[in-house]
């Protein structure tokens, strides 16, 4: 895990905060950062997630990710989260974008509100 000053970067850690819900038409999910605060990686990342039809929920680790600057090694730009579960990965974009990927076959893609 990397720190960086934060100064001159504010719009790194806007994801960051300690708990943030996107709900989409389908799920409500529950993202919780589990490092320190001035972090601006982070690999230990929770997501609850709640189907809104049948209340069935599923509990993932994953971590941040992040847009990297010029010199191809300091993250720059906040992209949202990364989930896994098996062969199966659950992204989250800082925009509200909840994709699901089993394998290369994209099996849900829905946009939702995030509440911080």
């Not at 709640?50 to 090694?73: E, N, P, V, W, Y």
Request: charged letters at 25%; a positive charge.
């Amino acid at each position: 895990m990397k720190r960086i000053l934060l100064l001159a970067l504010p719009a790194l850690i806007a994801g960051h905060a300690s708990a943030s819900t996107l709900t989409t038409r389908s799920f409500v999910i529950d993202i919780k950062v589990n490092c320190e605060e001035g972090n601006v990686t982070c690999d230990n990342v929770t997501y609850v997630g709640t189907s809104r039809k049948s209340g069935k929920r599923i509990t993932l680790r994953g971590k941040t990710t992040h847009g990297m600057c010029a010199d191809g090694f300091t993250p720059c730009q906040f992209l949202g989260y990364e989930f896994k579960n098996g062969k199966t990965s659950y992204r989250v974009s800082e925009d509200g974008m909840l994709m699901v990927v089993q394998g290369n076959k994209r099996v849900l893609e829905e946009k939702g509100e995030w509440k911080w």
